[in-house]
């Protein structure tokens, strides 16, 4: 059976993960950005981030003939830190353009607190205004519930309406 793999964070993956992806059957790799073990202290470490997301790592997955698609975002983790939220979501726009980019993700919630609400607002509405798909994470040790429905009144929002029209 052939597959296309939705959700890994091949970054963290050594060599012999794409080896075994292969025999398994994998055709294609989609990677979300995530969070990378550690919070980073500047917009540059995101610059970088969002390069090997989409010239080096493809280079890796090419080794194994796999074609490799990714996802941009700071990741819900991250985005408690308004400031540096901002600037990187200001840095995603020129990356949009690369031929592995899918679109803006995984976004979403993690303690569902009133910044990351407010940063998620920004990454749907910079997805609406470049006409990108989003993929969506949420949380995983808060209210899952309370988090996807507050994920659901984002995406319902008046104002994200008016910028789709
Ligand atoms: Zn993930």
Known sequence: MRYIEPHAH???RVMDDYQRM??????????????????????GGFYDY???????????AAKFGLPHFCWLCINPKEAEDIKLAEEVIALIPEFLKRPNVLGIGEIGLNKNSRNELKILE??????????QMILVHTPHLEDKLKGTRLILDVLAS????IQLL
């Open 10 to 12: 091949m970054v963290s």
């Open 50 to 60: 969002f390069c090997q997301l989409t010239e080096h790592e493809p280079k890796r």
């Open 22 to 43: 292969l025999l398994a059957g994998c055709a294609a790799v989609c990677e979300p950005a995530f969070w990378a073990g550690f919070d980073r202290s500047s917009a």
């Open 122 to 131: 920004k990454h749907v509405d910079l997805a609406a205004r470049h006409k």
């Open 158 to 161: 008046p104002h994200l309406l």
